[in-house]
């Protein structure tokens, strides 16, 4: 996109008559439909990895039973999955704390990982993640690929505000989720 500098208050100019427009907004760049298959293919290579790669255990001398908020043991794909809808739906309720996933099933891929305490509200209101899958579906509208995205809920999540942000974050990190901001230094942010 071409920007124009507008002129400082103090700064000479050289061509008082020429007033400063803005460029005409042009269509941002698509990603073509070999760059889509290309990025999503890396994001599911790099999940299988994940998926397929067993934690390294460490040896305790003593039997410690499994902490129920372990990222290992967690597996956004196989969570049951609603559709996206879900926050239209009536609630009598704020809903609970857990934490939530957005996957195209029929990639097999989980594109996000996010937290609340009001699982039905988290998404009633503004979330730049509805921008991301509306954009997703539509590139893959354009080129007549199949996306099926769906949302999955865990709902053993931490009622502490703090430990679910950490578990949050460390499911972030661990299945790089392109969707999530901390991510998008590996996989781009085509969708933003």
Known sequence: MLFIRLLEPNQLNLFPDVKATPPARTEGLVM????????????????????????????????????????????????????????RMPADSPGDACLYFVVDSAAGLLLYVGETCKSNQRWKGIHGCKDYIASYQDLHYRYGLQTAVNAAFWWDAPT????????????????????NKENWQLWGQPFG
């Open 32 to 87: 073509s439909e070999a760059a889509l298959l290309r990025w999503k293919s890396q994001i599911f290579d790099y999940q299988q990895r994940v998926r397929e790669t067993k934690p390294v255990q460490q040896v305790t001398l003593f039997d410690l039973a499994p902490k129920h908020c372990d990222p290992d043991r967690i597996d956004p794909l196989f969570l049951r999955l609603v559709p996206m809808s879900f926050y």
């Open 160 to 179: 502490d505000r703090r430990a679910r942000q950490e578990l949050e974050l460390s499911l972030i990190l661990k299945w790089r989720s392109p969707f």
